[in-house]
């Protein structure tokens, strides 16, 4: 279904100018819904107004992987929510993109980051989130705490960043990229000034020696060039991993003190298979696959990020009868996939861990339209990383703990703050050690 052409053979449909104004205010309090009524009414595939220039959304599961595994949606859109980040570095695109994604993978490789040699460092962080909870038994703990601002706006209507920067969470986006970087900033000057060209202690030390052997000037390597765009991978790193596993964790949180049920089934099989004498390794995730089921149901229900990375069309492309021309912006509607009632059924929008399960429920089964790390090539490469320390996490505190209700406020229903990354609405809970 590819293929170069230079005139627009059919109309992407999609909201226009007077109609996209009008849902302004609705696209600030409830982006989401406003997306998927749009799938319902101009099908899977659409195209909004951002800025000065249109953006495809692509709604189907089947067409985000095929669109998305093609070389020309390779591209890296801009944004300035997102070019702000690293302001336009990092692990960007074109050739840039190819040389820092691959050294960068393969030196967390080389660092055993992906390998199963990385465990017993995961299950350390698991054991000291155990201690520290053990601390808070018994008193109310935050689940979440929400510390940059609604930016899901200005990702459509970037303008509004100069007319009320404040209400329209640019600043708090600013303020906390701001506070990222410099730390990114500090930690590779700190190793800049112990670096020992013979003995590299991590990923910043190689990358710091790849940066001194580089003299190619036009490489993102190239002295400073190499110094900001190691900053910016930092960044990414920092942001990525962090942001991903402890959003996931108030998203898990929240689901399992609204639904008991599904702790209790967790719980009876962590102490079938796994007992009280022990840790939770990864050798017993085949065996427990109601635990997994309850995490891939979080990444579904919660679709954490909404639109994943926008793309950049890197050459005019024919698709499924519609012209992409070269610079258009692709947007993955994951949240649109993943609450489709025609993939998961009537109940799309309930907690259901058992829709992941076979029908004896004793294997998990994995769903083509799952795609909370997105797919193709710009696909999170931490993907494995992050599952299996959310696993981890998860599985060591329902071992150990009962996740309850606060009786000062309970929580009543699971509401979303939309953003650049969705979050739950600030909750608290309390934990209290099993018998």
């Known amino acids: 279904m590819f293929m170069k052409k230079k005139r627009y053979p059919r109309h992407i449909p999609g909201p226009g100018l007077i109609q996209l104004l009008f849902n302004i205010l609705h696209l600030r309090k409830a982006p989401l819904k406003v997306f998927q009524k749009w799938v ?22 089947k067409l985000l992987k095929e ?4 070389i020309n949606s390779a591209g890296r859109a801009y944004n300035p929510v997102t070019h702000y980040f690293g302001h336009g570095n990092g692990i960007s695109q074109g050739h840039a993109w ?12 080389d660092f055993g980051v992906f390998k199963s040699s990385n465990e017993g460092f995961l ?15 018994g008193q109310p703990i935050s689940g979440t705490k929400v510390t940059i601002n609604n930016t899901s706006l200005l990702f459509f209507a970037p303008f509004l960043r100069h007319i009320a920067p404040t209400y329209f969470g640019w600043t708090g986006w600013t303020n906390a990229v701001d ?14 000034k112990h670096l020992d060209s013979n003995s590299p202690r991590d990923f910043i030390d190689h990358y710091l020696l790849k940066i001194k052997e580089t003299t190619d000037p036009t490489s993102s ?56 004498s022990r840790q939770v390794s990864l050798a017993d995730k085949p065996l427990l696959p109601y635990t997994e089921a309850i995490l891939l149901e979080t990444f579904r229900l919660s679709s954490m990020a909404a639109f994943g990375v926008p793309h950049r069309m890197t050459a005019d492309t024919m698709f499924h009868g519609y012209f992409l021309p070269k610079d258009s912006t692709v947007i993955s509607n994951l949240y649109a996939i993943h609450h489709n009632p025609n993939i998961w059924g009537k109940d799309v929008s309930e907690f259901r861990p058992e829709r992941f399960l076979s029908e ?31 696993f981890l996490f998860v599985a060591h505190i329902l071992q150990k703990f009962n996740i309850e209700q606060n009786s000062e406020c309970p929580v009543m229903a699971a509401e979303i703050v939309p953003g650049f990354v969705l979050q739950p609405k600030p909750f608290k809970f309390v934990l209290r050690l099993r018998n």
Do not use: W
């Open 123 to 137: 299950m350390d962080g698991a054991k000291a989130l155990v201690n520290f909870f053990e601390c808070q038994v």
């Open 221 to 276: 390597f190239y002295q400073q060039n190499g110094v900001t765009s190691l900053e910016a991978v930092v960044g990414d790193l920092l942001a990525g991993g962090s942001e991903t596993s402890s959003t996931t964790l108030s998203f898990v949180t929240l689901y399992l003190l609204l639904h008991k049920e599904a702790q209790s089934k967790a719980q009876h099989e962590l102490d079938h298979v796994v007992g009280l």
């Open 67 to 70: 669109l998305f595994s093609n």
């Open 98 to 109: 190819e040389a820092q994604r691959t050294f960068t993978v393969r030196k967390l490789r």
């Open 179 to 192: 506070s990222l970087l410099e730390f990114a900033h500090y930690t590779v000057e700190k190793h800049s």
């Open 360 to 390: 004896d429920n004793t294997s998990v089964i994995h769903h083509e339209a799952q795609l909370p790390f997105s797919t193709g090539r710009r696909a999170c490469f931490g993907e494995g990383l992050a599952r299996d320390t959310i």
């Open 40 to 61: 319902e009414k101009y099908g899977p595939i659409y195209r909004v107004r951002i800025g000065t220039h249109d953006a495809v959304f692509i709604s189907d599961p």
